[in-house]
């Protein structure tokens, strides 16, 4: 078995609106920093997980992103993976 | 309707079920049985209530973990088999995770926890869920959420607009929602979703009535 480490980048769909990311980038322009255009907070899920291969974690990191990491109907996500 | 039970699903978390069964069984005269999230036997309740709280602390999404549960899982036949299902709030969530509703909930558009009563239109009388009300056409229940905006894209808004599955639309928008959505059935129109509470809407002595019908609608065929 192959242990891998994967990092699922969670992020609200870009027609959807993100209020907790309007927030921050006022108070980002209020700390001072200039230049922001756009901010916007999604999520960062860390898994390790074992298999026999790339392809088959990949299966099920699709699942679990699909049916659990993610809500389709507002969320995009993206996946990187290391195998340790 | 004397053996009739509604089944009032308990989640942890979840913190209005005692306020739906006290309305039901206080306010209604209709019996009330408590349902352990981990029960997947529903063969003794005639209609299910998902309450309003905080499912498993709204971790990753609301509603995302209590979908998982052996409950819910069950609640596909109950559905298909015709009878009804009322999700309110945090059980709103919990239906459009499932995939019982289309569309999901997000946070409001203030970051506000909105707390306060609002004027809804009654938008569709499909499912029977506000059918008393047809000569009045607005009533007032409360709300009590931060993450109530109902999002969905354009498609399906359409389809919701064709099909009259939009129950309920908020007269004055507090959330943000697409289309002042406040509340939505499914086609066949046995399952209704909605962020207002109208089990705090139960008495007069508590500041209304508007939520009885509903409730009591939980027992039609």
Same mark, same amino acid.
């Given at each position: 078995m192959d242990q891998f480490a994967v990092k699922v980048f969670v992020r609200l769909r870009p027609s959807v609106l993100d209020p907790a990311g309007e927030a921050t980038k006022s108070a980002s322009i209020k700390l001072g920093?200039?230049?922001?255009k756009s901010l916007r907070i999604g999520k960062m899920i860390e898994v390790k997980i074992e298999g026999n291969g790339e392809k088959e974690v990949r299966e099920k990191i699709d699942l679990l992103c699909d049916r659990?990491?993610?809500n389709t109907v507002i969320e995009d996500y993206e996946y990187s993976l290391e195998k340790l | 309707m004397d053996n009739f039970t509604v089944g009032v699903v308990v989640f942890p978390?979840? !913190? #209005?079920d005692r306020d739906v069964s006290w309305a039901l069984e206080? #306010? &209604?005269?209709i019996r009330t049985k408590y349902l352990w999230h +981990?029960?997947?036997?529903?063969?003794?309740?005639d209609a299910i209530v998902l309450p309003g709280g905080f499912s498993?602390?709204?971790? &990753?999404? #609301?509603g995302a973990i209590a979908r998982f549960s052996p409950l819910i899982n069950a609640l596909d036949e109950f559905v298909k088999s015709g009878k009804r299902v009322l999700g309110i709030c945090n059980g709103f969530q919990i239906l459009t995770e499932s995939g019982f509703l289309p569309g999901a909930l997000v946070a409001n558009k203030n970051l506000n926890f909105i707390c306060d009563d609002v004027e809804l239109d009654i938008v569709s009388s499909k499912g029977g869920?506000? !059918? @008393?009300v047809d000569e009045k056409q607005t009533i007032k229940l409360p709300i009590a959420h931060g993450e109530g905006r109902y999002h969905c894209d354009s498609d399906t808004l359409k389809k919701l607009v064709d099909n009259e599955l939009i129950a309920l639309r908020y007269? @004055?928008?507090? !959330?943000?929602?697409s289309f002042d959505i406040a509340g939505i059935t499914n086609e066949k129109g046995n399952v209704l979703g909605l962020m207002?509470?109208? +089990?705090?809407? #139960?008495?007069e002595i508590i500041g209304?009535?508007?939520?009885l019908f509903t409730l009591k609608s939980l027992i039609l065929k």
């Open positions: 920093a200039e230049g922001i659990l990491f993610a | 978390g979840s !913190n #209005c206080g #306010c &209604l005269d +981990e029960s997947s036997d529903l063969s003794d309740v498993y602390g709204d971790y &990753l999404r #609301c869920w506000f !059918n @008393n007269k @004055n928008n507090p !959330n943000g929602s207002p509470h109208p +089990e705090r809407a #139960c008495d209304g009535t508007d939520g």
